[in-house]
């Protein structure tokens, strides 16, 4: 029963990729080769964990894009803190429905992103909506769709958290040095 409850959630992952399941986006290598006169809108959500410290949100509201069109949106992070923080963003889309016909081609989503203290970033994603949606029962008639991310922190990388550790280091023995003096 173990066994198969821990092999259930790789399987669930992967079915939500494939069938975009709960609003699940897919990945592309490149665009439609078919773009249709039909237009959607697609909106821009941002929000992030409670821990998370750094600023983030979209950079426009919406666009509007033909079906099978090459969309381009960037999201803004800055981190206030005097520390780097490394994050990684969740995503999907809304409606649900949506999902398996929402493709990302490249986004920040895909890498862990780390922001130096008051370092301030903008983030690409680029992505279409396949042709394919007007045919689909239900996602037919999607007239909007919102591509939502959430941002949570994550530890840092090794040689990030090594200097950071060697910065502070070095920070304790100046202060040291200072205070004999």
């Keep these: 029963m173990g066994s198969l409850a821990y092999a259930s959630v790789p399987f669930y992952?992967?079915?939500?990729?494939?069938?975009?399941?709960?609003g699940v986006t897919q990945e592309a290598d490149a665009g439609s080769d078919v773009i249709l006169d039909r237009t959607i809108k697609v909106k821009f959500d941002a929000s992030k964990d409670r821990d998370m410290m750094w600023d983030f949100k979209p950079q426009q509201l919406d666009v509007e894009i033909r079906i099978g069109e090459t969309g381009l949106a960037?999201?803004?992070?800055?981190?206030?803190?005097?520390?780097?923080?490394?994050?990684?963003?969740?995503?999907?889309?809304?409606?649900y429905e949506a999902?398996?016909?929402?493709?990302?081609?490249?986004?920040?989503?895909?890498?862990?992103?780390?922001?130096?203290?008051?370092?301030?970033?903008?983030?690409?994603?680029?992505?279409?909506?396949?042709?394919?949606?007007?045919?689909?029962?239900?996602?037919?008639?999607?007239?909007e769709i919102t591509l939502s991310y959430t941002f949570y922190e994550i530890d840092l990388p090794e040689e990030i958290a090594a200097l950071t550790l060697e910065g502070q280091a070095v920070e304790s023995e100046i202060r040291e040095?200072?205070?004999?003096?």
């Design 99 to 143: 999902g398996g016909f929402f493709s990302k081609i490249d986004c920040f989503c895909f890498t862990e992103q780390v922001l130096m203290p008051g370092e301030r970033v903008s983030m690409p994603v680029t992505f279409f909506v396949d042709p394919e949606i007007i045919e689909d029962r239900d996602a037919k008639y999607v007239k």
């Design 13 to 22: 992952d992967w079915f939500c990729r494939v069938t975009g399941f709960g």
């Design 177 to 181: 040095t200072s205070n004999e003096g």
């Design 74 to 95: 960037f999201y803004e992070a800055y981190n206030p803190t005097n520390r780097p923080i490394a994050g990684q963003a969740s995503y999907n889309v809304a409606p």
